[in-house]
Nanobody
Framework: VQLQASGGGLVQAGGSLRLSCAAS????????MGWFRQAPGKEREFVAA????????YYADSVKGRFTISRDNARNTWYLQMNSLKPEDTAVYYC????????????????WGQGTQVTVSS
């Protein structure tokens, strides 16, 4: 089982990026999916999550209204659209999959991607 995160990069403040997480090795159609991030010297923090059906989404207050999580179960892929990026969004972003509904802590997820770097310049 492998989760492959991609789409990170360097962007100016106010810009946008779209992260993708492609899963292989099994289907994740019945799993809840999440995105976390970790900045240097800080703990990994919850960013967003989406239910297995895509019907419910959850966001950290710091990204609400700017980020959108979505998924395509047919492609075994989920996404994080990030708009109006700020320098404080700079971090390594990780995708994760887990069985627990509306999970917001890292320990509640079972599978993790390798991370993709997002850097927002001021």
């Amino acid at each position: 089982v492998q989760l492959q995160a991609s789409g990170g990069g360097l962007v100016q403040a106010g810009g946008s990026l779209r992260l993708s997480c492609a899963a292989s090795g099994r289907t994740f159609a019945t799993y809840n999916m999440g995105w976390f991030r970790q900045a240097p010297g800080k703990e990994r923090e919850f960013v967003a999550a989406i239910s297995w059906s895509g019907g419910r989404t959850y966001y950290a207050d710091s990204v609400k209204g700017r980020f959108t999580i979505s998924r395509d179960n047919a492609r075994n892929t989920w996404y994080l659209q990030m708009n109006s990026l700020k320098p404080e969004d700079t971090a390594v972003y990780y995708c994760a999959a887990g069985r627990k509904y509306a999970a917001r802590t890292a320990s509640e997820y079972d599978y993790w991607g390798q991370g993709t770097q997002v850097t927002v310049s001021s």
